[in-house]
């Protein structure tokens, strides 16, 4: 399922994660993959916007995790497009590692139930990506007049969030969720020190809206409402 969030810029949810879309004149970037086995369903999402698959001209992935990196391989063979990482991630990415262990959850009744019922039998590995192009933090790109790379590391080390500074968006992986209608914490940090200190950080930034790994994006006073929560 494909929805508009900006003119440009596009949500495609596959139930248990979010990938993020961007047209910049026609050529796409893909903000992560989902799963292993995403391709099709993302293939399925472009059509429903007039898109073809070969419309794909870059992957950009948020972090290591599985169902953020799963079918990036894949998707990476059919089209022969880049793969960009922050470093720290891309090296275990390109060895097919999805996940740095232990993780601590966060305290609460609905992280523990989505633990217990999803993540913990959760795959930890993911096909190999090769030839990652490396990101570093405060890097721009060059879609869509400028999109910011921060580094945003806690719920992993090499974690990225993308700000498209001229639209004031933020595709926030999962640095934090919006799974219930609040912005609140993930359900899992490598780094939980870390990640509060990033959620301030980021927070400092100017954006109105922001887009989540999981859960619905918040439409407003985005870096408002997520220094509220997180300061
Ligand atoms: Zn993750
Ligand atoms: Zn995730």
Same mark, same amino acid.
């Given at each position: 399922?494909?929805?508009?969030?900006?003119?440009?810029?596009?949500?495609?949810?596959?139930?248990?994660?979010?990938?993020?879309?961007?047209?910049?004149?026609?050529?796409?970037?893909?903000?992560?993959?989902?799963?292993?086995?995403? =391709?099709? %369903?993302?293939?399925?999402?472009?059509?429903?916007?007039?898109?073809?698959?070969?419309?794909?001209?870059?992957?950009?992935?948020?972090?290591?995790?599985?169902?953020?990196?799963?079918?990036?391989?894949?998707?990476?063979?059919?089209?022969?497009?880049?793969?960009?990482?922050?470093?720290?991630?891309?090296?275990?990415?390109? %060895?097919?590692?999805?996940?740095?262990?232990?993780?601590?959850?966060?305290?609460?009744?609905?992280?523990?139930?989505?633990?217990?019922?999803?993540?913990?039998?959760?795959?930890?590995?993911?096909?190999?990506?090769?030839?990652?192009?490396?990101?570093?933090? =405060?890097?721009?790109?060059?879609?869509?007049?400028?999109?910011?790379?921060?580094?945003?590391?806690?719920?992993?080390?090499?974690?990225?969030?993308?700000?498209?500074?001229? =639209?004031?968006?933020?595709?926030?992986?999962?640095?934090?969720?919006?799974?219930?209608?609040?912005?609140?914490?993930?359900?899992?940090?490598?780094?939980?020190?870390?990640?509060?200190?990033?959620?301030?950080?980021?927070?400092?930034?100017?954006?109105?809206?922001?887009?989540?790994?999981?859960?619905?994006?918040?439409?407003?006073?985005?870096?408002?409402?997520?220094?509220?929560?997180?300061?």
């Amino acid at each position: 399922m494909i929805k508009n969030i900006i003119k440009n810029i596009y949500q495609i949810d596959l139930g248990v994660v979010n990938c993020y879309l961007i047209d910049d004149s026609g050529a796409l970037t893909l903000i992560d993959t989902g799963v292993d086995g995403a =391709e099709k %369903k993302i293939f399925k999402a472009l059509a429903e916007i007039g898109k073809k698959p070969t419309d794909l001209k870059q992957i950009i992935l948020t972090h290591l995790h599985p169902d953020h990196a799963g079918s990036a391989a894949v998707i990476q063979q059919m089209l022969n497009i880049p793969v960009y990482a922050h470093y720290t991630d891309a090296a275990l990415i390109e %060895k097919g590692i999805g996940m740095r262990e232990p993780m601590t959850r966060t305290p609460g009744f609905i992280s523990w139930l989505v633990y217990s019922l999803l993540l913990k039998k959760a795959p930890k590995t993911i096909t190999p990506v090769s030839n990652i192009i490396k990101l570093n933090d =405060e890097q721009v790109l060059p879609i869509l007049a400028g999109a910011k790379v921060i580094h945003s590391p806690g719920h992993s080390a090499g974690h990225i969030s993308l700000l498209i500074e001229k =639209e004031e968006l933020l595709i926030a992986g999962d640095i934090c969720m919006n799974t219930n209608g609040l912005v609140d914490y993930s359900i899992l940090y490598e780094d939980v020190t870390l990640a509060k200190q990033t959620l301030k950080n980021i927070s400092k930034y100017n954006f109105k809206i922001a887009c989540f790994g999981h859960g619905k994006p918040v439409m407003s006073s985005a870096s408002k409402k997520m220094t509220e929560k997180f300061s």
